[in-house]
């Protein structure tokens, strides 16, 4: 019986680093897939990498509306940021080009979910005094005899 032999794979070329603080993050299985691509796509020097909808949503099995809802997800927990980019066309014209994107350091995404979950923690601890005040102030309050 013959086995197959695998050629050695180079840690750096054949694959992409992925964060394991990006697992406490709480994101979706669709975050995760845009995200881990666009590491996959990113250059290593400058953190930034320019694929388009469709280029990552062919590649994660997504339309192009999927993507660009959770790409605005990533933006909104602080993993991403994206700017516009233009091409001009060898005619001259302008047009809009595939969307920059630049990963941001894992540890500012990590701050920033920890402070919105201390914000939602304070929000619930106040909606809980409040509570208490009110049902305070119902049992102090004098029943009307109907």
Partial sequence: ???NHYHK???IRDYFPLPNEVFCLGLIYGELAV???LMYCENR???KCYPSYKTI????GMSKNTVRKYVKSLEDKQLISTQPTTIIKKDGHKQNGSLLYTIHPIE???NYYYEQQI???EEKIQQKRIQNKLENYDQ???KKAV
């Fill in 1 to 3: 019986m013959k086995y």
């Fill in 45 to 47: 020097k400058t953190f």
């Fill in 119 to 121: 914000i939602k923690l």
């Fill in 108 to 110: 500012e995404a990590v």
């Fill in 57 to 60: 949503g062919n590649a994660i």
């Fill in 35 to 37: 995200y881990s691509y």
């Fill in 140 to 142: 102090k309050r004098p």
């Fill in 9 to 11: 794979r180079n840690a």
